[in-house]
């Protein structure tokens, strides 16, 4: 889904802040996103993981993307659609980006033994994952139809 295509959604909640690069930040819109998933009667255990999924990904646009300097910011935008018990979280950093399949494989060869590298996996199996603009936007999403699936 494209960013203007979430920007039309009818019947949504959004919100849009920047935060500086610093890990210290990445809490304070993690725990937004998830009081007001929760506010929206989104499932709570869903929620939180997907949240964990969010975490993820501004860790990687702090630490990879700007390189945890506190002048670049990460934009964040959340959109709830309401009907379909729908959420999208985009995450952009001001770093280079990078090539998607160039991020070694976290669970088969030297990715094994890595202390790092989890973050991508961490997020595609929390929810959708989507890379854009060079690696440095990423659109996640949750719905309540998908986890009623499960």
């Keep these: 889904m494209t960013k203007e295509n979430l920007e039309n959604l009818e019947g949504s909640e959004h919100f849009e802040e920047s935060f500086e690069s610093t890990i ?7 725990d937004r996103i998830n009081a007001k998933l929760i506010a929206l009667h989104f499932d709570e255990e869903e929620a939180f ?4 999924a969010v975490r993820e ?3 990687n646009a702090v630490v ?5 300097d506190p002048s670049k910011k990460v934009l964040v935008d959340f959109n709830f659609d309401v009907l379909k018990q729908e959420a ?4 952009t950093d001001e770093g280079p980006g990078f090539v998607l399949d160039e991020v070694p494989d976290p669970i088969h060869g030297d990715g ?3 202390t790092s590298g989890r973050g991508i996996l961490l997020m595609k199996a929390l929810g959708k994952a989507e890379f854009l603009n060079n690696g440095k936007t990423v659109i996640l999403r949750k719905s309540q139809e998908e986890i009623e699936k499960k």
Aim: proline residues 0%; charged residues 15%.
């Design 112 to 114: 094994l033994l890595k």
């Design 57 to 59: 990904a501004a860790v």
């Design 49 to 52: 993981k997907f949240c964990l």
């Design 24 to 30: 210290a930040s990445i809490a304070q819109v993690e």
């Design 88 to 91: 999208f979280v985009t995450i």
């Design 64 to 68: 990879h993307g700007n390189q945890e």
